[in-house]
């Protein structure tokens, strides 16, 4: 891969946190887990020059892509692909894509991941697996426990709305040019929810906004929690052996999701 990215005299742009893998043996590690994930569609992000892109290919599911440089869509469209020209934190297709089961595969910019995980939370259902590389600091906020450091709003986001798995880890030296942190690909399967994910979200924010306030009082003064409701939420905590001065990062991903009966509709917290 690196000898293709030189013989194409390809030049790297800093500002769209180009960094290409290049190691076998993690593209051996991804895409062997993304061909034991069903799906009906393939959709990768920032393709770049094929180090996954090819294996895809011969996954034998059909496979389009989703990239911001204009000089790699103009190359996999003289190859015959698919893509779609565009920055995956604004493109409106998400949901256009008809496909009952959608994989998402990606060597992810670092700078868009987080914020890609978080909007996928709420995304289209049949976008129901992804296998996505992050920093690893990132990577271990995503799957940290509730009461470490780690832990937060993409924790409990995550964690609500996926299965999550490690796949692989990597190094700078697998990756041209090399970064100068380690990363770690994570595998994502969507759960079956039935609560509103913008209203998690947007208590969340409030919540981690003052994560050294009790939570309590926190979701009280911002409106969140009516004044009446707030000592069955405090008996509550108790039950759950957690007190009433429990802080956001006391409260495990599925404490999180008995929290929202507690609190107010979420029309009124928007307007």
């Not at 990215?5 to 769209?16: G, M, N, P, Q, T």
């Not at 208590?203 to 009082?217: E, I």
């Not at 939420?233 to 009966?261: C, F, I, K, S």
Request: glycine share 8%; charged share 25%; net charge neutral.
């Amino acid at each position: 891969m690196r000898a293709r990215l030189e013989s194409e005299d390809f030049y790297f742009k800093r500002a769209l946190g180009q960094n290409f893998l290049i190691s076998d043996f993690v593209i051996e590690r991804i895409l062997e887990r993304a061909g034991q994930v069903h799906s009906d569609l393939i959709l990768e992000i920032g393709p770049g020059l094929g180090a996954l892109t090819e294996g895809l290919q011969k996954l034998g599911r059909p496979l389009e892509l989703l990239e911001l440089d204009q000089r790699i869509c103009e190359y996999w469209r003289q190859k015959g692909l698919n893509v779609h020209e565009g920055d995956a934190l604004r493109w409106k297709g998400w949901e256009a894509l008809t496909p009952a089961s959608v994989l998402l595969v990606s060597n992810l910019p670092y700078q868009i991941s987080a914020s890609l995980v978080v909007d996928q939370c709420a995304g289209p259902k049949n976008l129901n697996s992804m296998i996505l590389m992050f920093q690893k600091e990132v990577a271990q906020r995503i799957q940290a426990a509730a009461g470490s450091k780690e832990y937060g709003l993409l924790s409990v986001m995550a964690q609500t709305h996926f299965q999550i798995q490690k796949v692989v880890d990597a190094g700078p030296r697998d990756f041209y040019p090399a970064p100068k942190v380690a990363s770690r690909v994570l595998e994502f399967h969507r759960k079956d929810i039935n609560f509103e994910s913008d209203k998690l979200l947007q208590v969340l924010k409030t919540a981690f906004g003052q994560r050294r306030k009790k939570l309590s009082s926190t979701l009280e003064k911002s409106g969140w929690l009516d004044s009446a409701k707030k000592p069955e939420m405090q008996t509550w905590l108790a039950v759950e052996g957690l007190g009433d001065g429990a802080r956001p990062e006391h409260l495990a991903p599925n404490q999180w999701l008995q929290l929202l009966d507690f609190t107010g509709g979420l029309a009124g917290k928007l307007a």
